[in-house]
């Protein structure tokens, strides 16, 4: 493999690992939310759809860059199953 295919699949890796990353903390982050406050709190806060605004963009900059489709899918799958 050259080198710049093997640091664009590396950096592809990278923006995957930092996606999965960046939803499951929103979810924590919910999920603490709900316990501390209780969920009526989340429920009626801004928050969730602001979450869902930016777990779109996420998969959105994700979709841009991963080649492997069927990795992006099993992500978007799991976080649209978070958004509903």
């Not at 640091?7 to 979810?27: C, G, H, K, Q, W």
């Not at 982050?29 to 605004?53: A, M, W």
Request: with cysteine; charged share 30%; glycine share 4%.
């Amino acid at each position: 493999m050259n080198d710049t295919k093997e640091i664009l699949t590396r950096l592809e890796d990278l923006i995957f690992i930092n996606s999965v990353i960046a939803t499951e903390l929103i979810r924590i982050t919910e999920n603490t939310v709900g316990l501390l406050r209780g969920i009526e709190f989340l429920d009626s806060s801004s928050c969730k759809p602001e979450h869902n605004l930016l777990n779109e963009k996420i998969m959105e900059i994700l979709g841009k860059y991963i080649s492997g489709k069927e990795i992006y899918s099993a992500l978007e799958k799991h976080v649209i199953k978070h958004l509903k």
